[in-house]
């Protein structure tokens, strides 16, 4: 307790009931300038993301539309086609062809059509790039892409939309061989480095599918008919269709390579390889039933020669066949 002093006619506080009030006041001293320090920091942090927010410019929207008018020379084994197109560029600001670039290709002659500060328009040829789709090769389908991106604006700064009104391709558009299915277009984006922000890309995809009569008369008929010759000599009791089945499988592989030849060396099996897969092996069947019939000829064993040729009748042209439909059943069904 306290003690009251007579000389100064007032209460005196133990020494430590001082020593708590002393911390009290530098407690609630330090709280206010720590509440201080806080409101500062926060209101510079504040203050500094309002003026970040307030300077980023707001990112420009270009209309991009490609009209393809015409597609030739479209190279398989190169990966290349050529192509003419009008390009439209609508936005409220003055972007231009000198923006842009084509990702998979380069312009070979530009002309300016209209040239506006709101639209722009130009018709181009250019030989791009593609990437060849080889699974069902002969029976094969491409997609022909233009690509659009930005120079050097990112995201940030301009993005691409597609322009529906001036994007389509011409009804009277071909391509010589191939038969055009139709037309997509996407925006995505693309970025080069991790980090950095991405670049807006306007892709604009042509379907072709090889012509299929054009197919049928320069590859699948005449290796038909090998196969139909071979399978046939099956039926001849003599020992002379042996040259006949040699002959034949020459000109199935004669065919092969030249048909080969046209499609660059890739990485899987195509439909082609599968076909030719199972036409050697019939044909091999073929060579291999001539080849015991003229040893057992040789040894005058007519009853073997009969075991051959029957069973070779039934089991080679049903094998065949059904590897055959298979093929066709699992690349087409």
Sequence with gaps: MGTFDPAKKAYQKPAFVKNENKRAKRSRMYLFFFLVIIWFIGGTVGAATTTNSTIQPEAKIAYIGVYAVDFKQFSVADGTYQTNFYLTIRSGTNISINDLELMNGHVTSIDTVIDTPGEKNYRIFAVMTANPDLVRYPFDTHILPIVVEPKVLTEKDLVLAVDQN????????????????????LITNRTYEIGEIPYSRAIFSYGIERDTASTILKFFLPISLIVLVSLASLLMRVTSRLGLNGSMFLAAVLIHWRIADDIPLVAYATFLDYFMIITYATLVMVLISGILVLMYSEKKDTGRIEFVNRWSIRIIPALSIGLYALLFLVFFA
């Excluded at 001036?166 to 277009?185: A, K």
């Design 166 to 185: 001036s994007t389509g391709l011409d009804e009277e558009s071909n391509l010589p061989g191939w038969s055009l299915t139709g037309m997509s277009s």
